[in-house]
């Protein structure tokens, strides 16, 4: 009796003991908590090694490796380390022992567990390996405040785990213990773009700013990326408005000023592949930080905005799963309005013909006539369509789109019958020297101008004898005559008295 009694208080332990274990090594207890977690980041866990703990403290036990992993000991992952070609075997880091147990003694230190990130996520790519558990943050540190951000992967079966994000963690994670900590490390990819510069199509003119153009102008942009070590899918989209036409990448170096290699398709408006609309640009992931800088060039098309509305070129960076902030630039280009007038009034004045000329280049301008009363800028010297004159017409001033923010000089080649020419005198840049043109007004085009509100020049003519202008004999022909016949006069009359007195 005494050892039925024995018998039965020892399985009632056994039983306690078990039950207990249950409880200890429940699946779905385990827990990564990810510190320093950034904005906008998707962070995913891989269970690699299954763990089965000895003991109800869970500090000992055995791994095996999981079976969506089944292969992974056979994988060699190639890389590339400061731009040499290095492979590792999984074998370094792990063997399969009796009854699947694994020796883990290639996982000591943090570089070993980095490396060895990198070659499970390499591996879980190619083979469609979905992750134990996802979470994307909304929130992130030292975003709008000091707070540290922490995002929680809970639910985990007890093993070891790699944790990867957008920006390229890669780490592995013991989770033997309820709770296993890690902090992300790695800085978030950052872009900045600028317009450097415009010029005219045959460069005999460059400016270094860009954002107010004439219609034809080439301006050059630039962007400015952070690639960090380690991080995915880094691609840079360029989108650019009707206004504007991609024209080529002129280069991509590094902070070295060494070739930074890429890839690039160039994206456009229409099916043609005629107006190209930007592009979109990828890089492989960087063996180091890089801070990688582009140039590039567009031409201001004549589908741009006039002002005020705008021309825009945005850009933003994808990587991993995100995508930074856009940053934009604009360039404006501007109308003005040509007034004729008859005289001292208001009256509109038709039959009047200008030349228009940019001052700083000395370049004339062509244009598209949209109608009796508008024009618009057109720089293709092939479109035999284009006008090089302006004609005024009767009541209504004429618009001219297209143009930028500066001098220009307006030549009166043709007055109306009846009326003159005006009689002002304007420069313009010709070569390394200075043009002085004949009945020309300068004019300047203001920031201000818009559709709504546009800079009007004012222009009046008035009608009867022009005298000539200074150079010509003109009017000092008959003060001489006249000053020759009175002194004859004088003489005469002076030379009739003498007689007289003799």
């Known amino acids: 009796m005494k050892g039925i009694k024995k018998l039965i208080i020892s399985l009632l332990a056994l039983v306690m003991v078990l039950g207990a274990s249950v409880t200890a090594f429940a699946a779905g207890n385990g827990k990564i908590e990810i510190g320093n977690a950034r904005k906008g980041q998707e962070y995913n866990a891989y269970r690699v090694f299954d763990f089965t703990a000895a003991d109800e403290k869970m500090e000992e036990g055995v791994y095996t490796l999981s079976a969506k992993f089944a292969g992974l000991e056979n994988y060699t992952y190639k890389y590339k380390d400061n731009g040499e070609d290095k492979e590792v075997k999984m074998t370094s880091f792990f063997t399969i022992g009796d009854k699947g147990i694994l020796n883990t003694e290639g996982l000591k230190t943090e570089s070993d567990a980095a490396l060895f990130g990198k070659a499970v996520l390499a591996y879980a790519k190619a083979n469609d390996i979905a992750a134990d558990a996802t979470k994307a943050t909304e929130a992130g540190t030292g975003d709008d405040n000091d707070a540290e951000v922490v995002v929680t992967l809970d639910g985990l079966e007890y093993g070891y785990y790699v944790v990867d994000s957008s920006l390229g963690t890669a780490v592995a994670i013991d989770t033997t213990h309820p709770v296993a900590p890690i902090k992300e490390k790695n800085d978030v990819p950052s872009l900045d773009k600028s317009i450097t510069g415009k010029s005219n199509a045959d460069k005999t003119y460059e400016d270094t700013t860009g954002n107010n153009a004439q219609i034809g102008d080439i301006i050059s942009f630039e962007i400015v990326v952070?690639?960090?070590?380690?991080?995915?899918?880094?691609?840079?989209?360029?989108?650019?408005?009707?206004?504007?036409?991609?024209?080529?990448?002129?280069?991509?170096?590094?902070?070295?000023?060494?070739?930074?290699?890429?890839?690039?398709?160039?994206?456009?408006?229409?099916?043609?592949?005629?107006?190209?609309?930007?592009?979109?640009?990828?890089?492989?992931?960087?063996?180091?930080?890089?801070?990688?800088?582009?140039?590039?060039?567009?031409?201001?098309?004549?589908?741009?905005?006039?002002?005020?509305?705008?021309?825009?070129?945005?850009?933003?960076?994808?990587?991993?799963?995100?995508?930074?902030?856009?940053?934009?630039?604009?360039?404006?280009?501007?109308?003005?309005?040509?007034?004729?007038?008859?005289?001292?009034?208001?009256?509109?004045?038709?039959?009047?013909?200008?030349?228009?000329?940019?001052?700083?280049?000395?370049?004339?301008?062509?244009f598209t006539k949209v109608s009796d009363t508008e024009y618009t800028v057109n720089p293709n010297a092939d479109d035999e369509t284009a006008v090089t004159e302006i004609v005024t017409v009767a009541t209504t001033p004429i618009t001219i789109n297209g143009l930028d923010a500066a001098t220009y000089v307006l030549v009166e080649t043709e007055a109306p019958t009846g009326y003159n020419r005006i009689s002002d005198t304007a420069t313009i840049k010709s070569g390394e020297n200075k043009e002085e043109l004949q009945h020309a007004r300068a004019v300047v085009i203001s920031e201000s101008s818009t559709v709504s509100a546009p800079t009007i020049e004012t222009v009046a003519n008035f009608s009867g004898s022009l005298l000539p202008s200074t150079g010509g004999v003109g009017v000092y022909v008959f003060y001489i005559l006249g000053g020759i016949l009175i002194a004859a006069g004088v003489a005469y009359f002076v030379l009739r008295r003498m007689k007289n007195a003799d």
């Open 226 to 366: 952070d690639l960090k070590k380690g991080g995915k899918n880094y691609k840079i989209v360029d989108e650019m408005t009707k206004g504007l036409t991609f024209s080529e990448i002129k280069e991509v170096k590094d902070s070295k000023g060494n070739v930074y290699p890429y890839e690039v398709v160039i994206t456009y408006r229409d099916d043609e592949k005629k107006d190209a609309s930007g592009f979109e640009m990828s890089f492989a992931e960087p063996a180091e930080d890089a801070t990688v800088t582009v140039s590039y060039t567009a031409v201001v098309n004549a589908n741009a905005e006039i002002s005020d509305a705008s021309n825009v070129n945005k850009a933003y960076l994808e990587y991993g799963n995100t995508v930074t902030p856009t940053v934009e630039t604009i360039t404006k280009t501007y109308p003005l309005v040509l007034k004729k007038v008859v005289g001292n009034t208001d009256t509109v004045l038709a039959g009047a013909k200008f030349e228009v000329y940019r001052q700083v280049d000395g370049v004339q301008v062509r």
